[in-house]
């Protein structure tokens, strides 16, 4: 099972936290509203059955006594119930037989014995109070009263504290859910600062000045990324400045080259292969250099504006004595996109020449889109690429398998590493896939690049 | 025989340079300052002049605005920096076109050439049929006298300003990009883009009232350049 985050565990202990709270000091309210209710209740109970019982008295004490009338005459309003058990006979103001079975057996042997005694009893289904007042040996005056009411407040106590109850967890759980956003917020902007970061945006920073218990970890974390950013851009500018320290000597190279080349004819066999072999070295040597420095700075987000991609790409193909009939435009796509000339062309150049060394040549320009993206595909016949070198072909200096096997080694390892370069520089991305019926399907995706 | 003079402080590059462009026909003069470069060019005017732009003492670009002050000789940069800094530095100075080292002689001398087709028409020789004055409000241009007016003074232009201007003017109301004014005027088949804003810039600075709302040269975002009444 996956774990729960920080933040659900503190709002759920918050939660059972508040709710275990709350509960237990509902559960004591209720206990002691309630005993104190109902000792109020059996006092005034006990009371008024006295009173009664003195009235019954005095009745009885005539020659011959009515006693439903007696009864009737006591003012217990609609809350008591008067019984009185004479000479062995109960009598009460209308005939009820549930009422006699209400008194407990236990309550009357404990008032036979002389002593008023109370006792709750539920009369059917009711809750009630039943007093037992002793009138004389042979007579005992009870007194059934109804504790509905009271039933019924206890009910709506019970109620409103349940609710409390729920509504202090609730709150608990919100306290608990604001407390750790309010405490995860700092994690949540380093989240997003390294996101940024990880994006290649270096100049974003966290403020350390927004709490000072966590000023340590806004510090620590910007001379990190100061330090990061001051050393991949101390590499960046080591790998540029050599590249154009190279260029210099380059120039030299080249010029004195092309003197041996002029002069090839008039040289021996052996001296004009080893002229050759340097010009063609200085030539791989000077697309290496120019590789390394448009590497170096094409991490910036591309120029964009309107090309004819079309002619673009029947260019490329002309440049590598390829026919430009290679090139399709898919009908719904426009001739024209929104991109960056210098890098497109290079993509183009760089795919059509990756097809030509590494898959016996391009089968296919194709030109399309993908809602508003324009998309690149370059499809050879050669071997294809094997799914665990996909990703890996478009790292630095990586070279096809199929180049080892030739030996022929002409790229300079970085030609798919700047097709993925430019592609980023659009938002957009370089994968590889299988063309359907053999080879290699080369696509960059250029986002925004169509309207 | 055509002449270039090379003004490189590096003499291994600057030797090479030489050796290689006399093998492809020049007449190559070599100085490794920026003094010395101007001395001789105004000594022995060359063709065309190629410079780098860091020097001792008087640097790449101090160096372009002297000859730009003398004459309109070709100027062309090349140097192993490309910043668009630099770039744009350089061709504002007055640099006709920027090449950045190593470039191969072959490439080297297609430039060249391609300057040579941009030189003025009247130092290249007879236009075959006359071609009218173009007017353009108080702008007056003449493809054959190789001359233009503003408010009837005469307006100092290089060549490339020159052939830019009579592009224009020649599909006058009309929108060229900039790939087809690299391609016509430059002689690219594909090429930096800033050579052309650059130029653009320059010419504006020289035929418009303010350069700043153009009146005549006027630009039409992502599509190109147009000139107008």
Redesign the interface.
């Known amino acids: 099972m996956r774990r729960l985050g920080l933040r659900t565990r503190v709002t759920a202990a918050f939660a059972v936290g508040a709710l275990l709270l709350a509960a237990s000091m509902a559960l004591v309210s209720y206990e002691l509203t309630r005993r104190s209710l109902i000792d109020e209740r059996e006092r005034t109970a006990l009371r008024a059955a006295y009173f009664d019982a003195a009235v019954v008295r005095a009745g009885l004490n005539t020659d011959t006594p009515d006693v439903v009338e007696v009864l009737r005459s006591l003012d217990t309003g609609g809350g008591r119930r008067p019984v009185l058990h004479l000479d062995g006979a109960w009598y009460a103001r209308t005939a009820d037989p549930g009422t006699t079975t209400a008194i407990p057996v236990d309550l009357r042997r404990a008032v036979a014995s002389g002593e008023p005694a109370v006792q709750r009893v539920r009369v059917a289904g009711q809750p009630a109070l039943v007093v037992g007042v002793p009138l004389s040996a042979t007579a005992t005056y009870f007194e059934i009263n109804s504790l509905r009411e009271l039933e019924q407040t206890f009910q709506v106590l019970a109620l409103a504290l349940t609710t409390v109850a729920i509504m202090v967890a609730g709150s608990g759980a919100a306290l608990g859910w604001y407390a750790t956003r309010h405490g995860l917020r700092p994690l949540t902007a380093v989240a997003d600062a390294a996101e940024k970061i990880a994006a290649g945006d270096f100049t974003a920073r966290l403020d350390p000045a927004t709490d000072p218990d966590l000023t340590r970890l806004s510090s620590s974390f910007n001379q990190m990324v100061d330090q990061l950013a001051h050393r991949i851009e101390r590499d960046r500018r080591f790998a540029a400045d050599v590249s154009h320290e190279l260029r210099s000597p380059l120039q030299t190279l080249a010029a004195a080259a092309s003197v041996l080349a002029r002069r090839r004819e008039h040289l021996d066999e052996r001296t004009a292969t080893a002229a050759g072999l340097v010009a063609d070295e200085i030539d791989r040597f000077q697309r290496l250099v120019n590789d390394l420095i448009d590497l170096a700075r094409s991490d910036q987000p591309a120029h964009r504006q309107a090309v004819d991609v079309v002619a673009l790409a029947r260019d490329a193909c002309q440049a590598l004595d390829l026919p430009a009939s290679l090139v399709h435009l898919a009908a719904d796509a426009p001739a024209t996109w929104q991109v960056e000339r210098r890098r497109i062309a290079q993509i183009l150049a760089n795919l059509l020449d990756n097809a030509v060394t590494y898959g016996g040549g391009p089968a296919g320009v194709r030109l399309s889109r993908d809602g508003d993206a324009g998309v690149i595909e370059v499809e050879d016949d050669g071997p294809g690429v094997s799914i665990e070198d996909r990703q890996a072909i478009f790292d630095r200096f990586v070279r096809g398998r199929a180049a080892h096997t030739r030996g022929a080694g002409d790229g300079t390892g970085l030609g798919l590493a700047l097709v993925a370069q430019h592609a980023a520089a659009h938002r957009g991305h370089a994968t590889v896939t299988d063309r359907p019926g053999g080879g290699a399907r080369f696509r960059v995706t250029l986002p925004e690049s169509l309207p | 025989m055509t002449a270039v003079l090379v003004i490189e402080d ?1 003499d ?2 600057r ?3 030489l ?2 462009l006399e ?1 492809e026909g020049y007449e190559a003069v070599g100085a490794a300052t920026a003094e010395e470069g101007l001395r001789v060019q105004r000594r022995d005017p060359a063709d065309y002049v190629l410079v780098d732009l860091m020097l001792p003492g008087l640097d790449g670009f101090e160096c372009i605005r002297h000859l730009r002050r003398d004459d309109d000789v070709p100027v062309v940069v ?1 140097s ?3 910043d668009t800094h630099d770039i744009v530095a350089a061709l504002e100075a007055g640099a006709d076109d920027y090449i ?7 490439e080297l001398t297609a430039r060249l050439r391609a300057l040579r087709r941009r030189a003025r028409a009247g130092v290249t020789g007879p236009a075959p049929e006359p071609v009218p004055v173009l007017a353009f409000g108080e702008l007056e241009i003449s493809p054959d006298g190789g001359e233009v007016r503003r408010a009837g003074k005469p307006v100092p232009v290089t060549r490339t300003e020159f052939r830019l201007l009579c592009e224009l003017a020649e599909h006058a109301g009309r929108v060229l990009s900039r ?1 087809q004014l690299l391609q016509r005027v430059w002689g690219y ?2 090429g930096d ?1 800033r050579l052309v804003d650059v130029h653009v810039g320059r010419l504006r600075q020289k035929i418009e009232s303010d350069p700043a709302t153009p009146r005549h040269l006027v630009t039409l975002r ?2 190109g350049y147009k000139l107008q009444r």
């Open positions: 590096d291994r590059i030797l090479a340079l050796l290689a093998d090349v192993a920096r490309d950045v080292k190593p470039v191969a002689i072959k790939q088949d594909s883009e992502g599509l």
